[in-house]
């Protein structure tokens, strides 16, 4: 079992910054990617960034040019740095991991291919 540990969410204002980190721990040995969701309420959890741990990283058309995500792998954590954020961005931010390498550079935005999931953090963006 792998835990993951999120962090960094909050209000901002529109405009603003945000930076949220995601811990994995436990059986941490066979993950490939780690990766960001988000959900508004009333809508279903959409795919926001993923990297892997050689660095391919991708990112929803929604936030690319905005949004940067990098990794720490000695300390098997991820990173999200939010910029120009808009209102549209307010979400519970979720982290997940998943072990599968076979075709993730085409299947990575499918939330049934990542095996483990984080608690949310709240991000909320103000006008």
């Known amino acids: 079992q792998v835990q993951l540990t999120e962090s960094g969410g909050g209000l901002v204002q529109a405009g603003g910054s945000l930076r949220l980190s995601c811990a994995a721990s436990?059986?941490?040995?066979?993950?490939?990617?780690m990766g960001w969701f988000r959900q508004a309420p009333g809508n279903e959890r959409e795919f926001v960034a993923v990297?892997?741990?050689?660095?391919?990283?991708y990112l929803s058309d929604s936030v690319k040019g905005r949004f940067t995500i990098s990794r720490d792998n000695t300390a098997e954590t991820i990173y999200l740095q939010m910029n120009s954020l808009e209102p549209d961005d307010t979400a519970v931010y979720y982290c997940?991991?998943?072990?599968?390498?076979?075709?993730?550079?085409?299947?990575?935005?499918?939330?049934?291919?990542?095996?483990?999931w984080g608690q949310g953090t709240q991000v909320t963006v103000s006008s």
């Open positions: 436990g059986r941490t040995s066979n993950i490939y990617a």
């Open positions: 997940a991991a998943r072990t599968s390498a076979r075709e993730y550079d085409r299947d990575y935005e499918l939330r049934n291919k990542y095996d483990q």
């Open positions: 990297i892997s741990w050689r660095g391919t990283a």
